[in-house]
């Protein structure tokens, strides 16, 4: 019985941390594919970092989300690493996004690139994100080993 | 006769194109409407951010865009709905009305040059007449009072709210029938590197 929960339980680690990998991968991929000026105005609009820093941050944090999602699901090197700098990536957007939802800011999320509007949804969709990641991040140290995709 | 049928609908199949567009005609349009790229910079006369986009970066888009006929620009309005703005609507009117004489340059400059004194007065319209003649005057009150211009507002607004506008200025990027709002006007730079980023494409 415990094995068989195991089982499931390893599977579910799986499935998580490629559809987490997955989102990272596409999260990267979209804005790579948009002049990078977008995504540094939506940063800018967070009103957290100097426009200097958000041109940086907008032209090299899309390379680190693909090159993260595609460890994370790959699963074989640097999955402790990858896992934990996703969870800790997503601690900072989930604080942005709550930060800018309480202080009633109607800005873009700058998420998957495009104008989706901070909301309740948005809200949901990265805090189960993080959830999803922290379990990862989890399991990664205590297995040393997580089974491939 | 088979050559002048021939002229006659090729002069029919461009006159579409010939045709002057409905922000032409009201005078609330820059450059060539067949321009790859399409601006819709959505304002309110009373907004300080709208000021300072219109009086320091406007400039460059024109410059840089418009002129270059790269980009066709369309002025809107967008009064915000808000205490503190309670004439930005009334100074859309004007502007509209101006626009309909082919005045809406030198009065839309003039609006957000004086914005605090007819902001605080609610005196609008003495605050263009200065550069208006007294004719010109004449035709925007009457026009302000039309219902055709108070719609051309509400148009304007209706528009901004389809496209999801939640503040002002903001400038609807239309290029390969793709629409993307953009409101960060703190560095030009950024934007025109958007600009050219999207022409690359």
């Known amino acids: ?149 | 006769m088979n050559k002048l049928k021939a002229i006659a609908l090729v002069a029919v199949m461009l006159l579409p194109t010939m045709a002057a567009t409905p922000e032409q005609e009201k005078g609330k349009a820059m450059g060539n409407p067949a321009a790859p790229l399409l601006l819709e910079l959505y304002s309110d006369f009373m907004c300080p951010a709208c000021k300072h986009l219109h009086q320091v970066v406007l400039p460059s888009i024109v410059q840089d865009y418009v002129k270059s006929g790269k980009a066709y620009l369309v002025f809107r309005e967008f009064p915000l709905n808000i205490p503190a703005h309670k004439y930005s609507r009334q100074a859309a009117a004007v502007a509209v009305a101006a626009g309909r004489i082919g005045k809406y340059q030198v009065v839309s400059d003039t609006l957000f040059r004086d914005q605090a004194g007819w902001g605080d007065s609610g005196k609008v319209l003495e605050a263009v007449s200065p550069v208006l003649a007294p004719a010109e005057q004449k035709k925007i009150q009457a026009l302000m009072n039309d219902p055709t211009v108070l719609a051309d507002v509400q148009a304007d607004v209706d528009r901004g709210m389809v496209s999801r506008i939640n503040q002002t200025p903001t400038i609807i990027v239309t290029y390969k029938l793709r629409q993307q709002p953009w409101t960060q006007f703190q560095d030009y730079s950024l934007f025109r590197g958007y600009l050219d980023g999207l022409l690359k494409k």
């Open chain 1, 1 to 149: 019985m415990d094995s068989s929960k195991n089982r499931i339980l390893t599977i579910a680690v799986v499935v998580l941390r490629v559809l987490l990998g997955a989102v990272f991968v596409y999260a990267g991929y979209v804005k790579l594919i948009e002049p990078w000026q977008l995504f540094a105005a939506g940063i800018a609009d967070y009103d957290v970092v100097p426009i200097s820093v958000a041109k940086i941050v907008a032209q090299t944090l899309p390379w680190v989300e693909v090159l993260l999602g595609l460890l994370l699901i790959v699963g074989r090197w640097f999955l402790r690493t990858s896992s934990l700098s996703i969870s800790l990536l997503l601690v900072v957007f989930f604080s942005l996004i709550v930060r800018a939802f309480v202080g009633g800011k109607d800005i873009s999320c700058g998420c998957f690139g495009g104008t989706e509007t901070i909301s309740w949804k948005t809200l949901l969709r990265d805090g189960s994100m993080l959830l999803a990641s922290l379990l990862v991040t989890f399991y990664a140290f205590r297995n040393r080993r997580m089974p491939a995709a």
